[in-house]
């Protein structure tokens, strides 16, 4: 059953996305290769989210735990672990390489209609000698203030060199937490 949140509730969603936490944890840095050339504008791969997961626990690039369900008791953090690839790197005057990406994060009920959204929840500005290839984010999120519900959390990587974007999505479910009692 899906249960879509009153005008009550997006007033909740839009205090929490204050509260949205991202950042990139770690780089994946690479030296170029004949495989594994520099992605100017307009070549290499496009710019996609590889991996988008829940995850019990993230250590670093591609050393996460895995979370199987979308589901949160109301209060729980969920983990979200982001590997992306395909950004653009422009040499600057300095013979520096740099890299411009920022991550928004959008709260959408099951339908799609978006409820709430957070732009630069990630940002990721940098000038490296060396060429870069992946990268991966990690997303937290207190589930506390959010109302019982059905949600989908739709993640936008911009690529501010290259002027594109990629989204991936995630089902997210806040279910009323579970107590013990003691007595």
């Known amino acids: 059953m899906h249960r879509t949140p009153c005008p009550i509730a997006v007033t909740i969603l839009a205090l929490l ?24 504008i307009g070549e290499g791969p496009p710019l996609q989210i590889r991996s988008c997961r829940y995850a019990a626990s993230i250590e670093g690039f591609g050393l996460y735990t895995p979370r199987e369900s979308h589901a949160y008791p109301s209060g729980e953090t969920a983990r979200i672990y982001l ?34 959204a957070k732009r630069d929840v990630v940002t990721f500005h ?45 089902p997210l479910a806040v279910e009323t937490a579970v107590t013990s009692d003691d007595g």
């Open 126 to 170: 940098r000038e490296l000698r060396s060429a870069l290839h992946d990268l991966y984010f990690t997303v937290t999120l207190d589930t506390e203030p959010l109302p019982v519900g059905e949600y989908l959390l739709q993640f936008v990587l911009r690529d501010e060199i290259a002027r594109s974007s990629a989204r991936a999505e995630l």
């Open 17 to 40: 996305l204050a509260a949205l936490a991202g950042t990139v944890a770690s780089a994946v840095e690479t030296p170029p290769t004949a495989s594994s050339p520099d992605h100017p």
């Open 83 to 116: 590997e992306v690839e395909g950004f653009a790197l422009r040499m600057n005057q300095d013979t520096l390489r740099e890299i411009r990406l920022a991550l928004d994060v959008r709260f959408l009920s099951p339908e799609g209609e978006r409820l709430a």
